[in-house]
């Protein structure tokens, strides 16, 4: 989670919410990026579909979280993003998230902050689905984000593990046994 302050008070107070329900796309690929979104509530997740139809999620955004924070520096999203449950964001200006930045050097440092441990996360995610077996890839992710998620969104859990949503069915039913 990013402090998102400035002078004290988050650059995000007061900003415009937004409500998105679940399954309800927040934007879509090659939308132009004009704003940056702060998860409120909820959980949302940034994911690229592939010509064969599997996807793959490569952020879930909770609480706190800024959503697709590469995206402040590009020019247009690379992948979609959609509300896994009922969620809340708050969104600003891109160029006031980036004035904030310039004008702010403990802002700015705190962002890079962030943005460093956002990439110790992508490398955490590709560790996992470097993993050979099911069962490693399900410990490892246990492992780094706790509880397996509720039967509504274990599809989701498959394509962050990169498996099939069957495999990871069985996977969990020879769990229980």
Do not use: N
Not at 55 to 76: K, P, T
Request: charge should be neutral; include cysteine.
């Amino acid at each position: 989670m990013i402090i998102v302050m400035w002078s004290g008070i988050s650059i995000f107070d007061g900003r415009k919410e937004r409500h998105f329900e679940r399954g309800e796309a927040i934007f879509r690929s090659g939308r132009a990026v004009t704003e940056v979104f702060l998860v409120r509530s909820g959980l949302t997740a940034l994911v690229r579909f592939f010509p064969s139809g599997d996807q793959a999620i490569l952020q879930r955004a909770s609480h706190g979280d800024v959503v697709a924070e590469a995206s402040v520096y590009a020019q247009h999203y690379h992948c979609d993003c959609v509300a896994l449950e009922p969620t809340i964001l708050a969104s600003m200006e891109r160029s006031s998230f980036m004035e904030a930045l310039r004008s702010d050097s403990e802002l700015s440092e705190a962002w890079a902050a962030h943005l460093a441990r956002s990439v110790q996360r992508a490398r955490m995610c590709a560790e996992i689905r470097s993993l050979k077996t099911v069962a490693e890839r399900l410990d490892a992710w246990i492992g780094q984000y706790g509880d397996i998620p509720e039967k509504g969104q274990r599809q989701t859990l498959a394509a962050e593990l990169s498996v099939s949503r069957e495999a990871l069915y069985r996977e969990l039913a020879r769990r229980r046994t």
